[in-house]
């Protein structure tokens, strides 16, 4: 529903809608009998409001059939205004994505026990963290908890040992900052004993391998997201032990990093990793290649500087729909070779001065592709080529 246009008693032309299960309500004014009437629907599931207040949250107790309350963006939402919750134990999920609201109102979620998912990534860029150790005790106490999404947080290590008994915890991200504590290796070591978690995202880190150690203990894991410059190849290779692992996101600076292209070899014989995007350190010329033959089931990759023998360690990657690499790349026609046997992609960027007319040949056969991007150095006559591919949406060039 549009913005500025809605008022309580257009709301009320609503309350017909008895199946009605998930609406947004961009309602500024005084909540009256029009909105007490939209949100006492008896199916009415989820209720978006950006621009709700604490009025407006105070009349969601009729709301008997609520499960889900999502406050994205909204910046009116006091702190004070979260002690209307408690008229709501039976949420299941709410999000405070992108709102002001700080450790002073995280003591108005203890009523919600039966809280399932929690979006706390609040604003984005503020002076210090606005959620500390503080809070920490509070989420501890919520145990129906599946989904927790965490700004950067205040001693994160300590953060990480107080939700460490969430026993239902599946998904997690928690980000740090220096000023108030890093994400280290204690932190992860307390992480490590929640055996649920399936999804997870780190940021703001400081681990070493003995970290990585610790992630290789959550036997559910199917999604990791992190980065530190101090982890190096080993660090990669305990990762092997996640045999549910699908997605892997791994990272560290181009110049401080210690992770090498070639360490991505460690996972070579991973049974289920389909998803790899891979950014070590810059390798140099006469550095070990990349060889991930090892991935035969591997279906996207992406790293940010490859070179005409690492193309050839993906030659066996024939279910590879998605391959992604930097820019000025040290990558020529004969790397381009390497690709022609990839007929399954539907996505592909590569940009390098040293690919010509006669690279583009080899992508002739890819009758999937669909978005594609080139950097080379290509003629008219050359770039005709691409004609053949008929099922291009996308091209940039």
Same mark, same amino acid.
């Given at each position: 529903?549009?913005?500025?246009?809605?008022?309580?008693?257009?709301?009320?032309?609503?309350?017909?809608?008895?199946?009605?299960?998930?609406?947004?309500?961009?309602?500024?004014?005084?909540?009256?009998?029009?909105?007490?009437?939209?949100?006492?629907?008896?199916?009415?599931?989820?209720?978006?409001?950006?621009?709700?207040?604490?009025?407006?949250?105070?009349?969601?107790?009729?709301?008997?059939?609520?499960?889900?309350?999502?406050?994205?963006?909204?910046?009116?939402?006091?702190?004070?205004?979260?002690?209307?919750?408690?008229?709501?134990?039976?949420?299941?999920?709410?999000?405070?994505?992108h709102t002001n609201v700080t450790d002073?109102?995280?003591?108005?979620?203890?009523?919600?026990?039966?809280?399932?998912?929690?979006?706390?990534?609040?604003?984005?860029?503020?002076?210090?963290?606005?959620?500390?150790?503080?809070?920490?005790?509070?989420?501890?106490?919520?145990?129906?908890?599946?989904?927790?999404?965490?700004?950067?947080?205040?001693?994160?290590?300590?953060?990480?040992?107080?939700?460490?008994?969430?026993?239902?915890?599946?998904?997690?991200?928690?980000?740090?900052?220096?000023?108030?504590?890093?994400?280290?290796?204690?932190?992860?070591?307390?992480?490590?004993?929640?055996?649920?978690?399936?999804?997870?995202?780190?940021?703001?880190?400081?681990?070493?391998?003995?970290?990585?150690?610790?992630?290789?203990?959550?036997?559910?894991?199917?999604?990791?997201?992190?980065?530190?410059?101090?982890? /190096? +190849? *080993? #660090?990669? =290779?305990? $990762?092997?032990? @996640?045999?549910? !692992? %699908?997605? &892997?996101?791994l990272s560290c600076s181009r110049k401080?990093?210690?992770?090498?292209?070639?360490?991505?070899?460690?996972?070579?014989?991973?049974?289920?990793?389909?998803?790899?995007?891979?950014?070590?350190?810059?390798?140099?010329?006469?550095?070990?290649?990349?060889?991930?033959?090892?991935?035969?089931?591997?279906?996207?990759?992406?790293?940010?500087?490859?070179?005409?023998?690492?193309?050839?360690?993906?030659?066996?990657?024939?279910?590879?729909?998605?391959?992604?690499?930097?820019?000025?790349?040290?990558? /020529? +026609? *004969? #790397?381009? =070779?390497? $690709?022609?046997? @990839?007929?399954? !992609? %539907?996505? &592909?960027?590569?940009?390098?001065?040293?690919?010509?007319?006669?690279?583009?040949?080899?992508?002739?056969?890819?009758?999937?592709?669909?978005?594609?991007?080139?950097?080379?150095?290509?003629?008219?006559a050359g770039l005709r080529q691409l004609?053949?591919?008929?099922?291009?949406?996308?091209?940039?060039?």
């Open positions: 529903m549009g913005i500025m246009k809605w008022t309580d008693a257009g709301l009320l032309h609503l309350a017909r809608l008895k199946t009605l299960e998930e609406i947004a309500i961009p309602l500024r004014g005084n909540p009256g009998k029009g909105f007490d009437a939209v949100v006492r629907l008896p199916n009415l599931k989820l209720i978006t409001g950006f621009t709700f207040r604490g009025e407006h949250l105070d009349h969601l107790k009729g709301a008997k059939a609520l499960r889900g309350l999502c406050l994205d963006s909204n910046e009116f939402i006091r702190n004070e205004d979260l002690v209307h919750l408690a008229n709501l134990p039976q949420l299941e999920y709410l999000d405070f994505f002073a109102g995280m003591k108005y979620l203890r009523p919600l026990k039966s809280l399932r998912r929690l979006n706390l990534n609040v604003n984005q860029m503020p002076e210090k963290v606005t959620i500390t150790i503080a809070s920490a005790d509070v989420f501890s106490e919520l145990k129906s908890l599946e989904w927790l999404q965490l700004p950067n947080v205040g001693s994160a290590d300590e953060f990480l040992e107080k939700i460490s008994v969430l026993p239902n915890l599946k998904i997690l991200s928690i980000g740090a900052r220096s000023d108030a504590g890093l994400i280290s290796d204690s932190g992860l070591l307390h992480l490590s004993r929640l055996k649920n978690l399936t999804r997870l995202t780190l940021t703001g880190t400081e681990m070493t391998d003995k970290g990585m150690e610790s992630l290789s203990q959550l036997p559910e894991l199917s999604w990791l997201h992190t980065g530190c410059d101090s982890i /190096t +190849d *080993e #660090g990669v =290779a305990k $990762l092997a032990a @996640l045999k549910k !692992l %699908e997605h &892997l996101h401080r990093g210690k992770l090498t292209l070639s360490g991505a070899n460690r996972l070579n014989g991973h049974p289920t990793l389909t998803s790899l995007w891979y950014l070590p350190k810059t390798p140099t010329r006469d550095e070990k290649p990349l060889d991930l033959s090892g991935l035969p089931q591997l279906e996207v990759f992406s790293t940010p500087y490859l070179r005409d023998r690492d193309l050839a360690g993906l030659s066996q990657c024939k279910k590879l729909r998605s391959l992604e690499f930097g820019y000025d790349l040290d990558v /020529t +026609d *004969e #790397g381009m =070779a390497s $690709l022609a046997d @990839l007929t399954s !992609l %539907e996505t &592909l960027a590569v940009r390098a001065r040293g690919i010509t007319d006669a690279g583009l040949d080899h992508l002739r056969n890819h009758k999937y592709l669909l978005f594609l991007t080139l950097q080379g150095n290509f003629t008219d004609e053949q591919i008929k099922s291009l949406d996308s091209l940039n060039i």
